[in-house]
């Protein structure tokens, strides 16, 4: 799946969640890390939580196996990363 694609995904699997405020920075030529970062925000810890186990169950669902969470014990923050975009 192309870099695009996956961004565009994991903005839509995050709207469709009730994500709020979802930017995306393009990071393409600035940064090793990844090529694009998604920020959003959540209504509650358990709203962060959810979105983050959501979006790498549906991106695995679409062939991303290497997702995983950092974070998974803080109440305030996650990341996702799916190498070329972290979320």
């Known amino acids: 799946m192309k870099i695009a694609d996956i961004k565009l995904n994991v903005e839509k699997i995050l709207d469709d969640n009730k994500a ?3 930017t ?12 694009y970062m998604v920020v959003a925000s959540g209504t509650s ?3 962060l939580q959810s979105l983050s186990e959501i979006l790498v169950a549906e991106l695995k669902k679409l062939g991303l196996n290497g997702c995983h969470i950092e974070g998974k014990d803080s ?5 996702v990363d799916t190498d070329d975009v972290i979320c």
């Open 20 to 22: 709020q405020n979802i």
């Open 24 to 35: 995306s920075i393009n990071l393409k030529n600035k940064s090793h890390i990844a090529d």
């Open 45 to 47: 810890s358990r709203h």
């Open 75 to 79: 109440n305030d923050w996650k990341l």
